[in-house]
């Protein structure tokens, strides 16, 4: 009699849901909208529905539910308590295991979802077989998730992980969105990549494809990629701010493995190797064995690292 | 029938013993001299002969005895192995619980120094109620140990914590111990800080009361506390450098308190007063949160910690 989990990944506009085998292969995925009016009092109700749904749909009987693992948007203590709500979502503070266990008689656990998708990439995915991983969100910001001994790292107030707001640079005077100035995430992200780009482009007037068309992350990498060498200037500065940022990561925490994934990390293997070298020049001795290596779940990171909560 | 546990802390020249009941209260400390000779082969057999003399002095039923907890001078897995062995002792790789088993019959825990110390100040010291903890040893290097969630961050090579070596400085052209450039430790550790009094005394004819008798951590804040101009220029440096490098710290690991122990810290809350401030402004909204205080257990946290290996 085998068991089965769904994960659970509420987004600010879709929530992704997963049933999945105990083996750790998804069965099913699908998606329903988030519901935010009225606080988002309707959210967990709509995800409890879902899932009753779904349990119908496949003749599956409740006992054989292991769990429901959830990832969401905002701090979420070890009890499953977002300690300080969901700007996204409505939410003022809430226990997430508390409001499901209204709705359905099953085992709930819940983390914040970049480190639940940290999770997932840990358990089913670019850093499958690695149990301290650093998992590296590459998207609009700088995410961030750390699995020490296979357990997430929440941190005293959910912020565990949130590398993008390293402090990496002195001489940055635009604000970065948490209002410090020369956070990683200013120089990283997709976001990050364009500032970089526009910059370089502005200081004088060498050519490149780049002064053609949009400037964007995916623009700039796939000029590198066709030996733009204004291009492969802003690679390198953004390799440069990444390895040392990333060294300093390892300097504290110490992983067996960088796991690089988001809207970025499309690029391939070519982000890797202006990352990698400027890590190792940066990093201390006995922390620069650490591998490198992309994501491989993309979005569905977030229902796979839900399910294993409640799995692995 | 009360239960009592040894804390030991290997050092390269003495092992620190101490002997605590359950409640965590060190009831007898004492030192033996590190025997270093032969690979160091007589260490863990003279910590035995030492531990099982005390349990006979004492009157103590060795089924009282929780057990023995050991910090020692390098990296040690979750096994209690030091995988690279310990240079200082003569080591190669060995196993420490199966050797001290070889010569008494009670559960050892083993750890390495530096983490075993900041477990010390979270269970007996200056970290005392909490359980997210960083502490920072600001001694001849800088050393730091992470407590997550009350439990030891170890890290994939044992070099979980090693904030000393965290790179800091482009600009520096002098090599740390570790051959990297531009180290936490070039500029916050006591050698660091008197670099930094040397360059400063240098650039200028400032008047300072450094400028006759021996610059050193203590001589700098002996100074600070005088009012010297100079020497507060210096610990506003020194204070740039590590509150700036705490800020990454803890937007990786987001801890509760950070504890600040060593030689340096003998300097008290003056020392405090230079790193805090710059802490705040530099670290991520979410982690600004984190405490301050100065380690309280002094040279005794190792044998602390040791023995909260078993007891905690």
Redo the contacts between chains.
């Keep these: 009699m085998s068991k089965y989990a769904f994960g659970v990944d509420i987004g600010g506009t879709t929530v992704k849901l997963g049933l999945f085998d105990e083996s750790g292969a998804v069965l099913d995925k699908w998606e329903i909208p988030t519901a935010k009016e009225n606080g988002g009092e309707k959210i967990l109700p709509d995800v409890a529905q879902s899932i009753r749904a779904k349990i119908e749909e496949k003749g599956i009987a409740v006992s054989d539910v292991a769990g429901i693992g959830v990832g969401a948007p905002g701090?979420v203590d070890?009890q499953g308590t977002m300690v300080k709500g969901a700007v996204n979502l409505g939410w003022s503070r809430l226990n997430i295991p508390d409001e499901l266990h209204k709705y359905l008689d099953v085992p709930v656990k819940a983390a914040n979802d970049a480190n639940v998708a940290a999770f997932g990439e840990m358990w089913q995915g670019g850093g499958k077989g690695y149990r301290?991983l650093v998992a590296v969100t590459l998207g609009t910001g700088v995410g961030?998730g750390?699995i020490?001994?296979g357990k997430i790292?929440?941190?005293?107030?959910?912020?565990?992980?949130?590398?993008g707001?390293?402090?990496v640079e002195d001489a940055e005077n635009e604000e970065c969105g948490?209002?410090?100035k020369g956070?990683l995430e200013q120089y990283a992200s997709a976001t990050g990549i364009t500032r970089l780009a526009n910059r370089r482009l502005a200081k004088d007037d060498m050519p490149s494809v780049l002064r053609s068309g949009e400037v964007t992350a995916k623009t700039v990498f796939d000029a590198v990629k066709a030996g733009d060498a204004l291009a492969i200037e802003v690679a390198e500065q953004f390799g440069e701010y990444l390895g040392?940022g990333l060294?300093?990561?390892a300097?504290?925490?110490?992983?067996?493995i960088f796991v690089i994934g988001g809207g970025v990390s499309k690029a391939g293997d070519v982000l890797l190797s202006y990352v990698e070298p400027v890590f190792q020049k940066?990093a201390?001795?006995?922390?620069r064995?650490?591998k490198f290596a992309l994501a491989t779940l993309g979005n569905d990171a977030g229902i796979y690292g839900a399910a294993g909560l409640i799995l692995q």
Tied chains: 1, 2.
């Design positions: 701090a070890e301290n961030g750390i020490v001994e790292l929440t941190g005293a107030t959910g912020a565990g992980g949130e590398i707001h390293m402090h948490c209002k410090n956070c040392k060294a300093l990561v300097a504290v925490v110490n992983p067996e940066y201390f001795m006995a922390c064995d650490a």
